[in-house]
Structures are given as C-alpha cells and as structure tokens.
C-alpha cells in the first residue's frame, strides 16, 4: 500500500515487495501481487480496492495462493483491522506473514503494533 501523496509508487511498491520474498525466501513464492495506491491504512480492507479483491479471493478453492505475505505491518494494518482479519483467515486456511514475525502469524498470539 502506498498513499499517492507521501510516497513514490514504485519505490514504496519495490521495497514491500523485497521484504515479502525475502521473508518466504525458502519457503515458498510471491504468486500474484494486490498493492493499493492512494488509500490510508485507516480504511480497512474491504474499503480499498486491491485488498478487497484480495479477500475476495479467499473463497475461491482455485486461488492459487495458501498465504498472505506483508511487505510491512505498519502499511497494511491500523487499529484492530489484523484482529479483525484473523478469523477470516483461519476460516479459509490463509496463514498470515509478517516480517515482525519472521514468518507466520500464531492465530493463538497475533502481533501488536510495535
């Protein structure tokens, strides 16, 4: 995600692509990218175009896709939105990565806001 006016785009969307390869580098493969431009991480998810395809997708058995991979928590997440993003994950069998977590988020113990 980046805010049009406080950020290059394509800086901003190469830097969070770096740190998201780099945290599932012998893991597993970035397969598709959703990144919003022009939207505050305070609107939650549903209300930003390229996140709200992404949970769109969660139902689609065919997805392609079994993680959600952020380039950095303090772009995607404001206020409770993880907490609330959670449950939908587990549902469909989503892990969450993070590089505040070096990996995985433990649906048991999510992360705060550092």
């Known amino acids: 995600m980046s805010t049009v006016e406080h950020q290059d785009?394509?800086?901003s969307r190469?830097?969070?692509?770096d740190c998201a390869t780099e945290l599932v580098s012998g893991?597993?493969?970035i397969v598709t990218e959703y990144f919003d431009v022009g939207c505050s991480r305070r609107r939650s998810w549903r209300h930003r175009p390229q996140?709200?395809?992404l949970?769109?997708?969660?139902?689609?058995?065919?997805r392609g896709f079994d993680a959600i991979v952020v380039g950095e928590?303090?772009?995607?997440?404001?206020?409770?939105?993880?907490?609330?993003?959670?449950?939908?994950?587990?549902?469909?069998?989503v892990?969450?990565?993070?590089?505040?977590?070096?990996?995985?988020?433990?649906?048991?113990?999510?992360p705060t806001r550092r």
């Open 55 to 62: 949970l769109a997708r969660l139902g689609d058995p065919l």
């Open 73 to 93: 928590y303090e772009r995607a997440f404001s206020g409770n939105q993880l907490l609330n993003l959670m449950p939908l994950l587990k549902q469909h069998n």
């Open 51 to 53: 996140s709200a395809a």
């Open 14 to 17: 190469n830097w969070q692509l």
């Open 27 to 29: 893991h597993g493969a």
């Open 9 to 11: 785009r394509a800086t």
């Open 95 to 110: 892990q969450l990565w993070l590089p505040e977590t070096d990996g995985p988020v433990d649906c048991r113990k999510p």
